[in-house]
């Protein structure tokens, strides 16, 4: 079973979706279930088809939340001290085509959010980045072409 690495901050994330699942989204959807059957027949209740739909959706997060928890390896990126770039890292890049400089942190498949700065370690640049450091030139190839970057600073914060 492979381990599952995600920041501090992307543990609790989980932690607080799968609480939230638990204690306020599937008990609504049980009592949704419960009062779309008192409407009588269940083959053309419209309501009841979504809220049982809905349920499976609930259940089947759950499930993935408590698997991802269970194999979760948690870093704190402050404590973590490093010339390359892992998993927890805070890149400062220059895009070479553009002169535009872009900073990520690289983190957990859950937690990434671009538009935020956070870069999942599976995707196309946090895996070229991985083993870098600072000075290096990367090229990666993603879905919209070949991309160069220039390193320019790596932080554990």
């Known amino acids: 079973m492979a381990r599952e690495p995600m920041t501090v901050r992307g543990y609790n994330k989980l932690k607080d979706e799968l609480k939230l699942l638990k204690s306020e989204e599937r008990p609504s959807v049980i009592k949704a279930i419960e009062e779309a059957r008192a409407h009588g027949d269940l083959s053309e209740n419209a309501e009841y088809h979504a809220a049982k739909e809905k349920q499976g959706l609930i259940e089947g997060r759950i499930v993935e939340i408590e698997d991802k928890l269970s194999r979760a390896e948690v870093f704190n990126p402050s404590e973590l001290n490093s010339t390359n770039i892992t998993f927890g890292a805070t890149v400062t890049l220059i895009d070479e085509d553009t002169d535009e400089e872009v900073k990520y942190q690289i983190v957990g498949t859950d937690e990434s959010d671009i538009k935020n700065g956070l870069l999942s370690i599976t995707s196309p640049v946090g895996r ?30």
Not at 130 to 143: A, L, Q, R, Y
């Open 128 to 157: 070229a980045l991985i083993g870098k450091s600072e000075g290096d030139n990367v090229e990666v190839k993603t879905p919209k072409g070949t991309k160069d970057y220039e390193i320019i600073k790596v932080e554990f914060i």
